[in-house]
């Protein structure tokens, strides 16, 4: 059985912070890891992927997540929030490799205060 | 610019009628995930195709959702009869597995609501 779980439903940062959003998977084999973002009445873009290549993936607008099998965890980062990364964000775990049984996490929805 | 293209974009029923929400994957990709968005249950996996053939359908209630390939531009998603408890936005993605890139490109999303 494989499932994600997103340990945060929201997360308010102010700009210029850091952030971080936090992804828990379990899988009975060496998952694929994504996180996806979902801006307002939008559809859903790719930020960063792991496929067991390097443990520290980078992603585009200055994400990056760790893949950290010891802890089962794809915690996503950024070092500065820009107000632009309000948004919902996914955790997607595929076992088995890429495009198997794909699963969403609850996702988590960040707010930039100014 | 490639991209998946689904329809309609807005669907607005009574109960009971049916429902098809279509979808044309990019160009060449060989694999199709749908997927429903509602408020309570977030993003669910309803089922997957990969070169037309269904891999995985037991997201969908089977006595009323059914999802086809007819051919590899078009995945349709029918509902039938529609209820209440269906209304949420219908989202369809698409890949390439072979390139091992993993990245599902997703269209804009069918709003369905019954009444």
């Not at chain 1, 520290?56 to 915690?75: D, M, P, Q, R, W």
């Not at chain 2, 359908?57 to 998603?77: I, V, Y």
Request: with cysteine; glycine share 6%; charged share 20%.
């Amino acid at each position: 059985a494989q499932s994600v779980t997103q340990l945060d439903s929201h997360v308010s940062v102010s700009e210029g912070t850091p952030v971080l959003l936090r992804c828990n998977y379990s899988s009975s084999y060496s998952p694929s890891l994504f996180w996806y973002v979902q801006h307002p009445n939008k559809g859903l873009q790719l930020l960063l992927k792991y496929t067991s290549a390097a443990t520290l993936v980078k992603g585009i607008n200055g994400f990056e997540a760790e893949f950290k099998k010891s802890e089962t965890s794809f915690h996503l980062t950024k070092p500065s929030a820009h107000m632009s990364d309000a948004a919902e964000y996914f955790c997607v775990v595929s076992p088995r490799g890429p495009y198997n049984d794909m699963r969403f996490g609850a996702g988590t929805r960040l707010t930039v205060k100014p | 610019d490639a991209r998946v293209t689904q329809t309609p974009r807005h669907k607005v029923t009574e109960m009971g009628q049916e429902v098809t929400m279509r979808c044309q994957p990019i160009l060449g990709h060989n694999t199709v995930f749908w997927y429903r968005q509602t408020m309570m249950q977030g993003l669910e996996l309803l089922a997957y195709f990969r070169n037309r053939a269904p891999l995985d359908d037991s997201g969908m209630p089977k006595d009323r959702f059914s999802a086809e390939m007819p051919d590899a531009t078009l995945a349709t998603l029918k509902i039938q009869p529609s209820e209440p408890r269906d209304s949420a936005v219908y989202f369809c993605a698409s890949g390439l597995l072979g390139r091992d890139t993993g990245e599902l490109f997703f269209g804009e999303g069918s709003r369905l609501t019954v009444l």
